[in-house]
C-alpha cells in the first residue's frame, strides 16, 4: 500500500437533474420524517413494546392511525428508524471525514483518521436527535430476519471505513491486536457509552474521542 495514498476514498459526487417534488411530495416526506423522529425517542425511553403506534401519531399531532399510512406496522416503523439512523449516521460519518482531509494541508495519518471517525460516531450515538442508533442496539431483535439484512447492509457500508484504518494503525504497530475483533472491540466499547454517557458538562464527547484512543493506541 503506498504511503501516501489517501486512507479514504474520495466521495462520490452526487447526480444533477433530479426532478422537484410537489407539495403533496415535501408534505408526506416530513410527515413522515416527523414520525421517524418521534418513534425513535419514544423507542428509546420506553422500548418498543411499551410504545403505541397512538403514542408516536400523538407526538406529533397526528391520528392515530395516520402511522399506518405510511409504515405498514409498528415493526415496520421500528426498522424504518434503524434505516434512517444508518442513513444518517453514514451521511454524517462522510461529511465528517471530507471535512478533515479538505482542512488538512498534507493527507491525514492512520491515528488522524481514526480520531475522525471516533468521534463521528459520539455525534451518531450521543448527539442531537441520536436515538436512532441507540434503539437499533437496544431493539434489534424485534427485526425480521428481511429486516436485519436491509441494516446490515448499512451497517456494513458504515464499518467497512473504519477497517483500513485500523489495518494502517496495525502496521504501523499503534494497534496491537487483530484488526477485525480490535474493531468489534472498538465498536462494543464506544456503543456501551449509550448506556452511561450524560452531557452534564464533565466529560465533553472531545474527552471521551481522546480517552478511546488513549485506551485502543500505544503512543
Not at 418521534?38 to 402511522?67: C, E, K, N, Y
Request: with cysteine; charged share 30%.
Amino acid at each position: 500500500m503506498d504511503a501516501h495514498a489517501p486512507l479514504v476514498e474520495p466521495l462520490p459526487r452526487r447526480s444533477r437533474g433530479r426532478p422537484r417534488k410537489t407539495a403533496d411530495e415535501r408534505d408526506d416526506g416530513n410527515r413522515r420524517q416527523a414520525l421517524l423522529r418521534a418513534a425513535a425517542r419514544l423507542f428509546r425511553q420506553q422500548g418498543f413494546s411499551a410504545t403505541s403506534t397512538r403514542d408516536i401519531a400523538a407526538a406529533v399531532g397526528m391520528r392515530s392511525g395516520s402511522p399506518f399510512y405510511h409504515f405498514e406496522s409498528k415493526e415496520a416503523l421500528l426498522a424504518a428508524v434503524m434505516e434512517e439512523g444508518m442513513e444518517r449516521a453514514l451521511a454524517h460519518q462522510r461529511e465528517r471525514m471530507a471535512a478533515a482531509v479538505a482542512a488538512s494541508p498534507t493527507p491525514l495519518s492512520a491515528r488522524e483518521c481514526l480520531r475522525v471517525l471516533v468521534r463521528g460516531h459520539f455525534d451518531n450515538l450521543l448527539g442531537p436527535e441520536s436515538d436512532h442508533i441507540p434503539v437499533m442496539l437496544y431493539e434489534w431483535r424485534v427485526l425480521s430476519d428481511e429486516q436485519k439484512r436491509a441494516v446490515n447492509r448499512l451497517k456494513d457500508d458504515y464499518e467497512a471505513v473504519w477497517m483500513p484504518v485500523l489495518q494502517a494503525l496495525h502496521r504501523e504497530g499503534a494497534l496491537a491486536g487483530d484488526p477485525r475483533v480490535a474493531r468489534l472491540m472498538l465498536f462494543g466499547a464506544l456503543n456501551w457509552a449509550a448506556q452511561w454517557y450524560v452531557a452534564d458538562g464533565r466529560a465533553t464527547l472531545d474527552d471521551l474521542t481522546e480517552t478511546a484512543l488513549q485506551l485502543f493506541l500505544k503512543d
